[in-house]
């Protein structure tokens, strides 16, 4: 059953994938299984994107849609005990720098995945990352940043 829900994201049907999402709660589907499924649709937009047969938008799209079924599996997920955090990442976008979908997709992506997530937002000077460091005690730390050739 995951492996429907996989298609629907990959294939950005937004509808279906919400749809098949509610309907499986309501027949009492595992929201770990569904979540699993959901990651792997994300997983394979990543291998499509790699592979030049999506683009940034369809990524950027895929993600919103990751977005909207966590938040009708988040209730459920909360509610069961196995759901623990395996970790904590500070992660921000360096000072200079106003671009955040890329940020965005890979906080959201360490937070489905059971990361306790510090997201600093945008322009973000080093001082604001090193005290994010000290206050959570994390040892890993993600810096997004923008290049620019033009």
Same mark, same amino acid.
């Given at each position: 059953?995951?492996?429907?829900? $996989?298609m629907?994201?990959?294939?950005?049907?937004?509808?279906?994938?919400?749809?098949?999402?509610?309907?499986?709660?309501?027949?009492?589907s595992?929201?770990?299984?569904?979540?699993?499924?959901?990651?792997?649709?994300? $997983?394979t937009?990543?291998?499509r994107?790699?592979?030049?047969?999506?683009?940034?938008?369809?990524?950027?799209?895929?993600?919103?849609?990751?977005?909207?079924?966590?938040?009708?599996?988040?209730?459920?997920?909360? $509610?069961?005990?196995?759901?623990?955090?395996?970790?904590?990442?500070?992660?921000?976008? !360096?000072?200079?720098?106003?671009?955040?979908? @890329?940020?965005?997709? !890979? !906080?959201?992506?360490?937070?489905?995945?059971?990361?306790?997530?510090?997201?600093?937002?945008?322009?973000?000077?080093?001082?604001?990352?090193?005290?994010?460091?000290?206050?959570?005690g994390?040892?890993?730390? @993600?810096?997004? @940043?923008?290049?620019?050739?033009?």
């Amino acid at each position: 059953m995951p492996e429907e829900l $996989t298609m629907l994201l990959a294939d950005l049907q937004e509808p279906e994938a919400l749809a098949f999402v509610e309907k499986a709660l309501e027949q009492g589907s595992d929201p770990l299984d569904l979540l699993t499924g959901a990651k792997e649709g994300m $997983t394979t937009m990543g291998e499509r994107f790699s592979d030049s047969d999506s683009f940034i938008p369809d990524l950027v799209f895929s993600g919103e849609i990751l977005k909207r079924i966590v938040a009708l599996l988040e209730p459920h997920l909360k $509610t069961q005990s196995q759901f623990k955090k395996i970790g904590k990442v500070v992660m921000g976008t !360096v000072k200079g720098d106003i671009h955040d979908i @890329g940020k965005d997709l !890979v !906080v959201f992506m360490l937070d489905v995945s059971g990361f306790e997530v510090t997201d600093l937002g945008i322009d973000v000077p080093v001082q604001i990352f090193v005290d994010a460091v000290r206050e959570t005690g994390s040892r890993v730390v @993600g810096l997004s @940043g923008f290049q620019n050739d033009h």
